[in-house]
């Protein structure tokens, strides 16, 4: 989940397994969700976006699922490389050319 | 591929200075943002911006201004920084109909 003052939340995986990170969004009226990844030193780059009428969403090696009943939603990286050790964080668009983002989560990939 | 680019990576100013960052893109796109990022808070919109010569302020605007004269660069103005304005700072770009947001490499602005 997001995290509460300074410390991101962490996850550490071994290579080749499965990531899931999640994030609580704040507003109901949500329509447009995006995952980012920032790598360090880097600005943040998009994996993956759901609108509010689907609940699963897959790309390359990467799923989004999305539950409106407790405004929650998770990515999900399969068979995952020390390449994608980065900080993952969550948007929310809420109209009106706005986004907003979550604090992130830290996954680093143990090879 | 859409390219942002930001016209430092590290910039260091002293207390009082009027700071100008520069954003360019190349992708013709109408929407336009500047954002800082601060551990534990995460990205906060400072301004965007619609079209040219248009702005509109986001979540935190104040210490700030934008210039947008052409449709490609979007300037983010510190009138007279102050060392809470220490922070990285990110430019980002949008065109209908995605949502997605392309982001600049990002300014380190360290204001001592």
């Known amino acids: 989940g997001e995290s509460v003052g300074l410390h991101l939340p962490t996850l550490s995986v071994q290579e080749g397994d499965n990531s899931i990170i999640n994030c609580a969004y704040s507003n109901s009226a949500s329509d447009y969700f995006i995952w980012y990844k920032q790598e360090s030193g880097k600005g943040p780059q998009f994996i993956i976006d759901i609108r509010s009428n689907m609940d699963k969403r897959q790309g390359q090696r990467v799923t989004v699922l999305l539950n409106k009943t407790v405004k929650h939603l998770s990515l999900q990286i399969a068979a995952t490389q020390p390449g994608d050790s980065a900080v993952y964080f969550c948007?929310?668009?809420?109209?009106?050319?706005?986004?907003?983002f979550g604090q992130g989560t830290i996954l680093t990939v143990h090879p | 591929d859409v390219k942002v680019t930001q016209s430092s990576r590290y910039l260091v100013k002293r207390t009082g200075e009027k700071v100008f960052l520069e954003c360019v893109q190349d992708?013709?796109?109408?929407?336009m943002f500047w954002y800082r990022q601060d551990p534990g808070l995460g990205l906060r919109l400072i301004y965007f911006?619609?079209?040219?010569?248009?702005?509109e302020k986001g979540d935190i605007p104040e210490g700030y201004s934008v210039s947008r004269e052409k449709k490609e660069r979007f300037s983010l103005i510190l009138e007279s920084a102050s060392t809470n304005q220490t922070s990285m700072y990110l430019c980002a770009t949008w065109t209908d109909p995605s949502y997605e947001q392309y982001f600049g490499p990002g300014t380190r602005l360290t204001v001592t």
């Open positions: 948007a929310e668009n809420i109209g009106l050319l706005k986004l907003t």
């Open positions: 911006s619609y079209d040219v010569k248009m702005k």
């Open positions: 992708m013709d796109h109408e929407n």
